[in-house]
C-alpha cells in the first residue's frame, strides 16, 4: 500500500524558515519522483516542486524558484522541502504525491496523481 505521510508545517513569520518532509512507503523509491503541491483557501491546487528520486533533478514553480529547496534522502524514503524567506502567499496546506518521473521533467502539469499524504499546514504570518 502507497503511503506518504507529510510533516514539518506550522506558523512562522514573514522571512523565516520551514523545513517539510515527505516519508513514502509501499513502493520502489528509487523509481519514481516526488511531487509537492500546495492549495490555499479559495484557491486551485499548484504545482511547487519535484524532484527525481533517481538523479536527483528537480523542478521549481517559478513563484518559489530561489527561495525553496527540495532534496531526498533515498536511504529513508524521504524528500524534504526547504522552504526561506516565507512570505504570506506561500500559506497554504502543502501535500506531497508520488509521480513517474515524466511529470517532474513536465513541470508538474494538472493530472490525475493517484496517491498524497494528508498534507501539513504552512502558516505565514505578517
Known amino acids: 500500500e502507497v503511503q506518504l505521510v507529510e510533516s514539518g508545517g506550522g506558523l512562522v513569520q514573514v522571512g523565516g524558515s520551514l523545513r517539510l518532509s515527505c516519508v513514502a512507503s509501499?513502493?520502489?523509491?528509487?523509481?519514481?519522483?516526488i511531487g509537492w503541491f500546495r492549495q490555499a483557501p479559495g484557491k486551485e491546487r499548484e504545482g511547487v516542486s519535484c524532484?527525481?528520486?533517481?538523479?536527483?533533478?528537480?523542478w521549481y514553480a517559478d513563484s518559489v524558484a530561489g527561495r525553496f529547496t527540495i532534496s531526498s534522502d533515498n536511504a529513508k524514503n524521504t524528500v524534504y522541502l526547504q522552504m526561506k524567506s516565507l512570505k504570506p502567499e506561500d500559506t497554504a496546506v502543502y501535500s506531497c504525491?508520488?509521480?513517474?518521473?515524466?511529470?517532474?521533467?513536465?513541470?508538474?502539469?494538472?493530472?490525475?496523481?493517484?496517491?498524497w499524504g494528508q498534507g501539513t499546514q504552512v502558516t505565514v504570518s505578517s
Open positions: 509501499g513502493f520502489t523509491f528509487d523509481d519514481y519522483a
Open positions: 524532484i527525481s528520486t533517481s538523479d536527483h533533478s528537480s
Open positions: 504525491t508520488v509521480i513517474d518521473p515524466f511529470y517532474c521533467d513536465a513541470g508538474l502539469p494538472p493530472s490525475e496523481y493517484n496517491y
